[in-house]
């Protein structure tokens, strides 16, 4: 059975760009996370998608956008990119709502220069 | 506002000997806890959790315990081996509405197990 995948692994970016980064979460699974790991912050959460709405979203601007298709694969969007958005950034997935594990990808290592 | 803390950055322990990592958190209506480990580049690993109703739960070398009128929880790993050393998270899962759950991270532990 397949992991969650992350794409891409590695990027650079410079400031004032966007970028896109998708997951692919285990078959099966309906609910997708995102988080931002950062040295000193731990991990925070950025938003949550299931059946493709999103059902949570943590304390970011509104640069940090995402959504769900229908195969439930997900993507993550961030705008005009600050130094400060340099971080891992990783997904998770779950079955379902009630479900007590996620499951995360190896995650996406965003370098904002 | 840190709802979730490991105030451990690091911890160095030698190899056989018991590693405890510490969380304290402040919401008492969190119902479920966990722990990840995570090795570099690699994402987080569920490792072990307990419910809120419980105050302990083994699995093999890894035990956690809940002190809910502390609300404190602490993962034990007796004995410590050298494929320990990782960073380990503490997560706790927050009702958000019926059948919503987040789930909030301390910031990391990073464990040294030493031969």
């Known amino acids: 059975k397949a992991g969650v995948t992350q794409t891409p692994r590695y990027l650079i970016k410079t400031r004032g760009q966007q970028v896109t980064l998708s997951c692919s979460p285990i078959s099966g699974h309906r609910s997708v996370s995102w988080y931002q790991q950062t040295p000193g912050q731990g991990l925070q959460f950025l938003f949550e998608?299931?059946?493709?709405?999103?059902?949570n979203k943590g304390n970011f601007p509104g640069r940090f956008s995402g959504r769900q298709f229908s195969n439930s694969r997900s993507e993550m969007n961030v705008s005009t990119l600050e130094l400060g958005d340099s971080a891992l950034y990783l997904c998770?997935?779950?079955?379902?709502?009630?479900?007590?594990?996620?499951?995360f990808g190896a995650g996406s290592r965003l370098t904002v220069l | 506002d840190q709802q979730v803390k490991q105030n451990s950055p690091s911890l160095s322990v030698q190899e056989g000997r018991i590693s405890i990592l510490n969380c304290d958190y402040t919401?008492?209506?969190?119902?479920?806890f966990l722990w990840y480990k995570k090795y570099p580049a690699e994402g987080p690993t569920f490792l072990i959790s307990?419910?809120?109703?419980?105050d302990k739960n083994e699995d093999g070398r890894f035990t956690v315990f809940l002190n809910k009128s502390a609300k404190h929880l602490s993962l034990h790993i007796v004995p410590s081996q050298p494929g320990d050393s990782a960073v380990y998270f503490c997560a706790a899962r927050e009702v958000v509405s019926s059948g919503t759950y987040k789930y909030i991270f301390g910031t990391g532990t990073r464990l040294k197990v030493l031969a």
């Open positions: 998770a997935s779950t079955y379902g709502s009630g479900a007590n594990v996620l499951t």
């Open positions: 998608y299931f059946s493709e709405t999103q059902r």
């Open positions: 307990i419910s809120s109703i419980k």
């Open positions: 919401n008492s209506m969190f119902d479920y």
